[in-house]
Nanobody, 122 residues
Framework: VQLQASGGGLVQAGGSLRLSCAAS????????MGWFRQAPGKEREFVAA??????RYADSVKGRFTISRDNAKKTVYLQMNTLKPEDTAVYYC??????????????????WGQGTQVTVSS
């Protein structure tokens, strides 16, 4: 499975961005998909996940970010609204096989994309 993230960029605080992650592979619908982020000098942290029709969010993004997927396009999205400077990070998409529920634990994910930079200016 290969994952290609895109959609990052520079945006002012309060603005919006939509990240996309396109996947290869025949059984995309079976994958749990997640978004993680890593800011400079910080560890990678969970943002959002979708699996088995359910979603899960980090407390820091609840109400502002929405994860969704289009299985026909083999793509997962992260709609980010009301962005804050503290959302600045490299965002990574990831895929896991088998859990059947959205997981926030990075080491459960089997495949990772290359990351896309999101910068929010104040």
């Amino acid at each position: 499975v290969q994952l290609q993230a895109s959609g990052g960029g520079l945006v002012q605080a309060g603005g919006s961005l939509r990240l996309s992650c396109a996947a290869s592979g025949r059984t995309f619908s079976n994958y749990g998909m997640g978004w993680f982020r890593q800011a400079p000098g910080k560890e990678r942290e969970f943002v959002a996940a979708v699996s088995g029709g359910s979603t899960r969010y980090a407390d820091s993004v609840k109400g502002r970010f929405t994860i969704s997927r289009d299985n026909a396009k083999k793509t997962v999205y992260l709609q980010m609204n009301t962005l804050k400077p503290e959302d600045t990070a490299v965002y990574y998409c990831a895929a896991e096989v088998g859990s059947g529920r959205p997981t926030s634990t990075a080491h459960y994910y089997d495949y990772w994309g290359q990351g896309t930079q999101v910068t929010v200016s104040s």
